[in-house]
């Protein structure tokens, strides 16, 4: 079993450098009483880290993040929130896809290679869970996972390596 509050600490740990440059404040809500799952650590910490990096990248300088987790019943949930350029709805679909990303100046300068989000679907589906993206064009986005706090074997599939 992995505490999440561990997992988010260790998360934070990773990104706080490239925060910081950008002035960015990450914002925490820890649940109210500490939740573990049946999960392996290192995919986990990758999820938080890809959802951040990202939220930080497409974030202006001075920005908000906001972290938080929540408990629902068989599920954890965990939500991050920027306040960055947004995607556009027509967009929203297609940036969980292998290379894609949302075309403009913006995008390009951030570089990467659009592979961020296709590896923690994959991760998070392979675990039976969910994850979706709420956003307003310029004014932020909200990505958020669930995941069941037991790994049921019919759940388990074999993900795709990169
Ligand atoms: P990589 O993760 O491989 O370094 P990437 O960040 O461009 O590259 P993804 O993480 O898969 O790739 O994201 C795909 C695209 O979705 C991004 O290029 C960007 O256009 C858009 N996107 C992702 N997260 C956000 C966000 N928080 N705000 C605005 N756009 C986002
Ligand atoms: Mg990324």
Redesign the pocket.
């Given at each position: 079993d992995v505490n999440i509050n561990e997992i988010v600490e260790t998360s934070l740990q990773t990104v706080e450098k490239q925060a910081k440059d950008k002035g960015i404040n990450i914002k925490v809500g820890y649940p109210e009483e500490s939740l573990t799952i049946k999960t392996d650590k290192d995919k986990l910490i990758r999820v938080f880290v890809?959802l951040l990096t990202?939220?930080i990248?497409?974030t202006p300088h001075d920005g908000e993040v906001e972290i938080s987790v929540t408990d629902a019943g068989n599920h954890i949930q965990a939500s991050i929130k920027?306040n960055?350029?947004?995607?556009p709805p027509e967009k929203r679909e297609k940036?969980f896809d292998k290379f894609?990303?949302?075309d403009s100046t913006a995008?390009r300068k951030?570089g990467?290679?659009?592979?961020?989000?296709?590896i923690i679907k994959g991760i998070i589906d392979g675990q039976g869970g969910s994850i979706f993206v709420e956003s307003e064009t310029y004014k932020g986005?909200t990505?958020t996972f669930r995941l069941p706090k037991e790994l049921k074997e019919e759940d388990f599939t074999e993900i795709e390596q990169y």
């Open positions: 890809n990202n939220a990248k497409f920027d960055g350029i947004g995607i940036i894609y990303q949302v995008t951030a990467g290679t659009g592979l961020g989000l296709a986005s990505f």
